[in-house]
């Protein structure tokens, strides 16, 4: 068995590349992500290139350049993840949250896109508590279950279980995977090293966590240490207490990386809400009608829907419904047809959060970081 440990390889990248030799990482990431954009890139232009010469391209080919522009989509936002965790000014708000409750949350949002990759998830978790910045432990679960969903076969088995010493919280992943000899294309780099692996490795970096992973033949198994773990026993934080000086995280992209749909038939408004969010980091669809959003939600959840409120029906209604019976909490936003004021979500019986559009620059971030991290 080839085991890594304390840090995982290939190790997080340097927080501050500065020394030559500390450099061969980032060129090497580089390349990799050069990889990953262009080459489903280059083959959904070569489907357009078809599609431009024959004037036809069937629902099986439109499923395909979609999924293709999605991975390169997915590859450049990975990037700039990486590169915002590696600039050193990102600030981290530490509160107190349950790890199992978290895992669950996120792997009921993301229930139907495992499902509709004939991927089954097991879960075995216990009640316990760990110091760390909301929306990163997020970000931070979201990313081992991208690279999970990647590499394994068939089912993946989640753990939320304390270590005897040191008496710290873990997220146990294991999975059997497809080994490297059998993987049709060698020029490719292994799956288990994937962008996603990277992001996973460095968002443990930046959040002060230690990351194993184990890999033998076909199996592989990647714990997530968090030392920062309450401990009722002792009264206290087992290792490291709360430093002073950390301010909040609004300002520093907390929500980077989720995914926000759209419902908005009318141009202005996609306007709008498009430059009211452009610099939070998040990947933004769109989509015109109620109908267009259900079919949208089918196969894989966004984190967060936000709609027109002149598009609010029974079938949007039934909609929220149903994906908050797999994933309870979930974002809507209305936009309202006037005024200014942030509504929350429950506030005197209310099914939705709602904003106005005077000052939607500034109400439709902070109802964002709000109604989603009611779900972290």
């Known amino acids: 068995m080839d085991v890594t440990a304390r840090p ?25 992500i050069g990889r990953e954009v262009a080459g489903p890139l280059s083959a959904a232009l070569e489907r357009v290139i078809h599609l431009t010469t024959t004037g036809r391209i069937d ?21 700039q993840q990486l590169a915002r965790y590696a600039s050193k000014r990102l600030r981290q708000s530490h509160e107190r949250l349950n790890l199992a409750h978290t895992l669950q949350s996120v ?52 753990r939320v279980e304390v270590m005897k010493f040191p008496v710290h919280g873990t997220i146990v992943c294991s999975f059997g995977h497809e080994p490297r000899h059998r993987q049709a294309d060698d ?34 198994r990647t714990t997530l240490e968090f030392p920062r773990t309450v401990n009722e026993s002792i009264d206290g934080v087992t290792a490291i207490e709360l430093e002073d000086g950390f301010g909040s995280s609004i300002n520093s992209k907390p929500l980077a990386g989720s995914h926000i749909l759209v419902v908005a038939a009318r141009r202005d408004t996609r306007m709008q809400v ?21 079919d949208f939600c089918a196969d894989a959840l966004p984190h967060a829907v936000v709609f027109e409120a002149a598009l609010r029906c029974e079938r949007l209604d039934q909609l929220a419904g149903e994906i908050r019976t797999e994933a309870p909490g979930f974002a809507f936003i209305e936009l ?31 109802a964002l970081v709000f109604e989603l991290s009611k779900s972290f």
Do not use: C, K
Request: net charge negative; charged share 20%; hydrophobic share 45%.
């Open 8 to 32: 995982a390889l290939p190790p997080a990248l340097p927080l501050a590349p500065a020394e030559p030799d500390r450099t061969e990482p980032w060129r090497e990431l580089t390349a990799q």
């Open 59 to 79: 629902r099986a080919g439109l499923r395909a350049l979609r999924s293709e522009i999605e991975r390169a989509r997915r590859a450049g936002m990975i990037s």
């Open 107 to 158: 792997l009921a949002q993301r229930a139907r896109e495992v499902a509709s990759r004939g991927i089954h998830v097991r879960q075995s978790t216990r009640a316990i508590e760990v110091l760390v910045d909301p929306a990163l432990l997020f970000g931070l679960i979201n990313a081992l279950v991208d690279w999970a969903i990647e590499a394994a076969r068939s089912a993946i088995d989640f």
């Open 187 to 220: 020029a490719e780099p292994p799956i288990l090293d994937s962008l996603s692996w990277h992001l996973l490795a460095q968002s443990a970096a930046t959040m002060g966590l230690v990351l194993h992973r184990e890999v033998d033949a076909e199996h592989v």
């Open 274 to 294: 498009r430059n009211a969010i452009a610099d939070m980091g998040l990947l933004i669809d769109f989509v015109g009608s109620v109908d267009e959003a259900i």
């Open 336 to 366: 309202a047809e006037e005024g200014n004021a942030f509504e929350i979500s429950g506030f005197n019986g209310q099914t939705y959060a709602r904003v106005g559009p005077q000052g939607l620059a500034q109400t439709l971030p902070s």
